[in-house]
C-alpha cells in the first residue's frame, strides 16, 4: 500500500487537491491530510479506494515510494491457452481495482465457446461481483442469457451479426475477434481515454437496449 508521501505526490501528478481526491473516495479533506501526514492509519478498504481513484486516471504507486503515470502498452492474447491468460488478466485486474465490466458482443455464447474451464470462470467472477465493487453488464443480441450470478444482461435485437466484440474494464480495452485461422483474437490496450470512450458508447446502448427475450436465443 502506498505511504502518505505517495500519496501526496500522486495528487500532485493527477493535478488534483486535497479535496478532488477526498470526493473520489468519499472521505473528507481532513482524513486525506492526515493520511498524508502519516497522523492516521487507514483501514485496508480505505487504501484500495485510494489506490483505485489513482489507477482510474493512470497513475501507479512503484517500489521505493515511487508514484508514476502507468505506461500505455498493448498486449496480444492469440489462440485458445492464451485466451485463457485473457480472463485470468481480467480476474487479475478486478481483484486489485474492482470496477465496471462492459461487454458488448452481437454472439455471448463464443466467449465462453473456447474457456477450458467456464465453471471456473463464473465462481470466480461471481465471488468479485460478491465482494460488492465488481459489476459486469453484457451487452448482446445473441445468447442463452443465462445470468451465472454474477452478470447483467439487455438485448439489442438489430445489431450487425459479425464474431466480434469487446470488453472495457478500469483502464483497458480489450478487442475480440473470433474470424482468425488461431481464434480466439483478443488485443487488450492499457488506455484510459480509448477505456472511457468505448464505455460512453456501450451506456448509451445499454439505455436503448431491451430486457432479454423469453426464448433464451435472441437471434433476429
Request: net charge neutral; proline share 5%; charged share 25%.
Amino acid at each position: 500500500m502506498p505511504t502518505g508521501k505517495q500519496i501526496r505526490a500522486g495528487r500532485v501528478l493527477a493535478g488534483w487537491d486535497a479535496d478532488d481526491l477526498a470526493k473520489r473516495v468519499g472521505m473528507s479533506r481532513v482524513s486525506i491530510q492526515n493520511i498524508e501526514r502519516g497522523d492516521a492509519r487507514p483501514k485496508p478498504e480505505t487504501m484500495e479506494k485510494i489506490v483505485r481513484a489513482f489507477s482510474d486516471v493512470g497513475i501507479e504507486f512503484t517500489e521505493n515510494e515511487g508514484v508514476r503515470r502507468r505506461p500505455e502498452g498493448v498486449e496480444i492474447f492469440d489462440g485458445v491457452d492464451r485466451y485463457q491468460e485473457f480472463y485470468d488478466y481480467i480476474y487479475t485486474h478486478l481483484k486489485r481495482f474492482g470496477g465496471d465490466v462492459c461487454c458488448s458482443i452481437y454472439d455471448e455464447t463464443l466467449t465462453a465457446k473456447y474457456r477450458h474451464n467456464p465453471e471456473v470462470h463464473r465462481d470466480r467472477m461471481k465471488d468479485l461481483v460478491d465482494r460488492g465493487d465488481v459489476t459486469f453488464r453484457v451487452l448482446t443480441t445473441k445468447s442463452d442469457f443465462i445470468q451465472h450470478g454474477y452478470a447483467q444482461f439487455k438485448w439489442q435485437p438489430h445489431q450487425h451479426a459479425t464474431p466480434t466484440g469487446f470488453y472495457a474494464f478500469g483502464d483497458c480495452l480489450a478487442l475480440m475477434s473470433f474470424v482468425k485461422e488461431n481464434a480466439p483474437y483478443v488485443i487488450v490496450i492499457q488506455s484510459a481515454p480509448l477505456a472511457e470512450g468505448y464505455r460512453q458508447g456501450f451506456n448509451f446502448a445499454w439505455e436503448a437496449a431491451s430486457a432479454p427475450p423469453q426464448n433464451n436465443t435472441g437471434s433476429s
